[in-house]
């Protein structure tokens, strides 16, 4: 083969559509190029990608306009989530030494399950930005993606168990 026909035809990678987020990959709907192999044998055959064609990008158009409505119709329950931990504090409790430095860190899926106990609001925790590491007792700040118009301030305070 020559280099010519390589680059028109590139054998080696493909340009698909995401149905869901991926990690280090892309998000829903989003036209990633990936490994030839990748897609086929993993993203295609388990529902997570389609092949980006015309026909499939003509359907990422409505894909994308049902999802967007659905977002809208949900944006009263979210701006409802954010008024409750507006002025709310979660705790979370954690192992920790005498210096004050806990055993591990506290990470979204923590944050994301004492939400549901204490407030009784399922978050996906891939929605939840957390500051940088949280390795010590104490008060911190974390962002919750719920929309692209809500998006709510979290108060939590990590304390010894």
Not at 76 to 83: L, V
């Amino acid at each position: 083969m020559t280099t010519a026909f390589v680059q028109r035809f590139n054998f080696f990678e493909m340009e698909i559509i995401l149905l869901a987020n991926i990690d280090k990959v892309g998000g829903k709907h989003e036209l990633v190029t990936v490994k030839n192999g990748y897609a086929r044998n993993y993203l295609i055959p388990k529902g997570l990608a389609l092949i980006a064609n015309d026909t499939n990008l003509r359907r990422l158009a409505d894909l994308r306009r049902r999802e967007e409505s659905m977002a809208n119709k949900k944006l009263e329950e979210y701006q409802a989530m954010g008024e409750k931990i507006k002025d709310a504090t979660l705790r979370i409790g954690a192992k920790a030494g005498t210096s004050g430095k806990i055993f591990g860190s506290v990470t979204n899926i923590q944050i994301a399950i004492a939400l549901k106990e204490q407030f009784d609001i399922d978050v996906d925790r891939r929605k939840i930005e957390m500051p940088s590491e949280v390795k010590e007792l104490g008060t911190y700040t974390a962002i919750l993606n719920l929309h692209d118009e809500v998006k709510p301030e979290l108060k939590f305070e990590v304390e010894a168990e």
